[in-house]
Every structure is written in structure tokens, then in C-alpha cells.
């Protein structure tokens, strides 16, 4: 497999997740807009945070995990998220809100506030019983994974695998962070037999499946948080090998193994030669252009089948329905818009175009056309380029939508970390 840019493009592309994770770092004690970081950690936020500029100011749980590949953090400040993210995890009983919403036992915040309290819903930042609907009258299926995907990172970036039985503080105690990594893991519903991921039928019990697609309603089996949950899986039987807990690691390679196994029979629809993997069973049954990217991304399906997955992506690249200037969509144009969405067609998790997946996608278009994979990746560099500026003002969108003059979230730092961890990793960038 060939370099699918230059190295000056790499080079460059490392250098916007640089200055990024700089401007998007809130330090102890430094004030923003919306008061001081009073948590005594490095808190790294979705986007620029200044006295004068707001993008998301507070920690979400899902993304630094992810940005931590870089290789552009350091390891301490891993660690001050994990403990971070452990004190959020709720007691053995239900939390039932005046909103209506209900936080399950043993459930991880969504995201958590500069003065360290902890929110379970999309949507807000407040922290008391206000928060949940109609975000769900439970939080998002997704915020589960995530201290194990940051606890999996710390382990590997600094080699010190011991630290999955250190411990780590939590409203029930001091308890192993494997314990915590365990209890948030099997916290949520989840299919009996095959381990996935699901929303009931009833609009009433909602639940979000994952974090960018928190303003969709979706019932059935869903696609994305289930192959999160696959990953957790293999994470947590790797780093319980790693300190002999061969039996526990068994466990959960065997859950690892059923999830897999259900992926392809309950949202693959093919015509035989290209595929998508729908998002969802019931309500949301279109295809996911991030979760088949994702799919093919991580080696969750066989060979055959990521074949196939990858030429409806490359279809979906030339007959433009699913990319532009290098961002991806949620579903193809062809399938038009979610059924129920809080954000109006053609913008944000509804229409909008998000660099967020542009690395998985051009990971899945590798394997069948290097020359597309190639082309989408240097259209979106370039889109990156032609909007960049100092100040952070005006590029590296959270999503676009030039034809309604949608652009939202300057100086984003999923928008240009996530493909560059991706490729990475992959080995596509020099």
C-alpha cells in the first residue's frame, strides 16, 4: 500500500492537530467563558475555549480517548482524565430526575463540567435534575465505553499495563480501575443473545444510541454503540490479559466474539456486490455511512464483506451522496434525511458534512481504491488549507453545509485529530 499524501501533507496535517489540542486544552486553573477549570486536571475540550470563544466548554468523555492515539498528549494528563471520568460513576441505585429522565445505575457522565460536575445528557450543562429530556429519558448508550477506551490508551502509550489495577476514586470508593472499567461497561440494556447495543420501540423509554447522533431518535438494535461496545470488549480482554487475568480476558473476548458475530446478519442489506450496514432495526433503518466506515475500519467484519462495504463507500464518493470537499455525512443523499431529528434537514447530524469519519472512510476506500482513498484525503486537506487561519476563526468546522450556508464550530479538533489518528495508525501517512 502506497503513502496516500505527500509527506509535506502529513507533516502539515500533524501540525493543525498540534496547535488544536493546544487551544483546546483547558488548564487547572485557567478562566474561559464559562468560569475556571476548577478540577485540577488538563481538561480537553471539543474545541478552542478563551475568555472570548466557546466551543463546548467542558470534558466530553468520548473523543480524548481517541485524540490520546496522536501521540500529541502526555501521559499524566491521560491519567488526570480517567480519574476524572471515575468519579462521575453513579451508585447501585437509579438516579429518577424531575425531567422525567432516569441515570441507570453505574452510569458514566456524558460530559463534565469545568468545575467537575457531571452531566449524564446531551443537550446541557446543567448538572442537577433538569437535565434529560428530551435527550433521552436515559443518557446515551456510548458514554459506557469510554473509561475503558482512555484506560486502554494510558496502558499503552506509557507501557504500564499494572495500571488497570490501580486504583481510582469513585463515589463508592477507591476501587480498581478495572472494577470501574467493568461496572460502566455492563451498566446499559443490552440484547441478551447477541450483545448488542438497543432502544425500545416505546418513544417514551428513549435512549440515544451515541454522542453525534444524540439529536436522532432510533429504535431497534443499533449499529454504532454496538460496535463501541465490541471494542470495549476487546479492549478490556486485552488489558485483563496483560496482568494475568486470563479468565476474566476469556470473558470478554467471548463477548468480543458474539458481538461480532451479529453484526453482518442484523444490519448488512446487500445487493451482493456492495453492501451498507443500516443504523438501526427500527426507527433510523437507513444506511450508516460512519458506522460501515467504522465496520471496515476496525476489521469487524470478514474480508468479503468489508469488500463490499467499501465499493458502496467509493460509490457513494463518485456519485458525490455521501462526501464533500472530504467530509462525510451521516447517510447517503439518497436516503434523504433521519425520520426524527431535533435539527433541521441539511445541517448538523442531519445533513451536515463532518471530518470527524473522513479517516475511517478513507481507510475502507484504501482496500478497494487506493486512487479514490487518495483523492478524498487530499480534497479534504485541501479544504482544510483554504480555510485555515491563525485565529482559528473560520476553519476546521465542526460541520458543513454550503448549500445552506451551514458551518458550525470553528477550530473543532475531532475535525482534523480523528483522520489523522486514523491514518496513522493504518500506516497510511508518511
Not at 502526555?74 to 482524565?81: H, K, S
Not at 445541517?347 to 476506500?365: C, D, E, K, R, S
Not at 483554504?386 to 475531532?414: F, K, M, R, V
Amino acid at each position: 500500500m502506497k503513502w496516500l499524501v505527500s509527506r509535506k501533507d502529513a507533516l502539515a496535517l500533524a501540525d493543525m492537530v498540534r496547535k488544536l489540542i493546544n487551544v483546546s486544552t483547558i488548564r487547572p486553573g485557567q478562566r474561559i467563558q464559562r468560569g475556571e477549570n476548577t478540577t485540577g486536571r488538563a481538561l480537553l475540550a471539543p474545541g478552542q475555549n478563551s475568555l472570548d470563544r466557546a466551543v463546548y466548554p467542558a470534558y466530553w468523555v468520548r473523543d480524548p480517548a481517541w485524540v490520546a492515539e496522536s501521540g500529541f498528549i502526555p501521559a499524566e494528563e491521560v491519567w488526570g482524565w480517567i480519574t476524572l471520568m471515575s468519579e462521575t460513576l453513579r451508585g447501585p441505585e437509579p438516579w429518577h430526575l424531575a425531567s422525567g429522565g432516569i441515570v441507570m445505575p453505574y452510569s458514566l457522565a456524558d460530559h463534565i463540567n469545568i468545575d467537575g460536575s457531571p452531566v449524564y445528557y446531551p443537550g446541557t450543562y446543567a448538572s442537577d435534575e433538569t437535565q434529560g429530556p428530551p435527550w433521552g429519558k436515559y443518557p446515551p448508550h456510548d458514554d459506557q465505553y469510554w473509561l475503558t477506551f482512555a484506560a486502554h490508551a494510558y496502558a499503552q502509550m506509557t507501557g504500564d499495563w499494572r495500571s488497570f489495577g490501580r486504583p481510582v476514586p469513585t463515589p463508592l470508593g477507591s476501587t480498581p480501575l478495572w472494577r470501574a472499567c467493568e461496572l460502566t461497561h455492563n451498566a446499559f440494556p443490552v440484547d441478551s443473545v447477541t450483545q448488542l447495543c438497543v432502544a425500545s420501540d416505546d418513544l417514551n423509554d428513549h435512549i440515544v444510541d451515541w454522542g453525534y447522533n444524540d439529536t436522532i431518535t432510533k429504535t431497534g438494535k443499533l449499529l454504532f454503540p454496538s460496535l463501541l461496545r465490541l471494542e470495549s470488549a476487546l479492549k478490556l480482554a486485552d488489558l485483563f490479559e496483560r496482568i494475568g487475568e486470563t479468565q476474566k480476558a476469556a470473558e470478554y473476548r467471548q463477548q468480543g466474539a458474539t458481538i461480532r458475530a451479529a453484526i453482518v446478519p442484523t444490519f448488512l442489506e446487500d445487493n451482493g456486490n456492495e453492501g451498507w450496514l443500516m443504523s438501526a432495526t427500527g426507527l433510523g433503518h437507513k444506511p450508516d455511512v460512519w458506522g460501515t466506515a467504522l465496520a471496515v475500519y476496525r476489521g469487524f467484519v470478514d474480508d468479503d464483506i468489508a469488500e463490499a462495504l467499501g465499493r458502496s463507500l467509493l460509490r457513494g464518493y463518485q456519485e458525490r451522496t455521501t462526501v464533500l470537499r472530504g467530509q462525510v455525512r451521516h447517510i447517503p443523499t439518497t436516503a434523504g434525511f433521519w425520520e426524527r431529528a431535533q435539527c433541521r434537514e441539511g445541517t448538523y447530524q442531519n445533513g451536515g458534512y463532518w471530518g470527524y469519519p473522513t479517516g475511517w472512510y478513507v481507510y475502507a476506500l484504501s482496500l478497494v481504491n487506493e486512487q479514490a482513498a487518495s483523492e478524498v484525503l487530499t480534497e479534504f486537506l485541501d479544504d482544510l488549507r483554504s480555510t485555515w487561519s491563525d485565529d482559528l476563526s473560520a476553519c476546521a468546522w465542526e460541520c458543513i453545509n454550503p448549500a445552506l450556508s451551514h458551518y458550525q464550530n470553528p477550530g473543532y479538533l475531532t475535525t482534523v485529530a480523528l483522520p489523522y489518528v486514523a491514518l496513522k495508525r493504518k500506516g497510511l501517512l508518511r
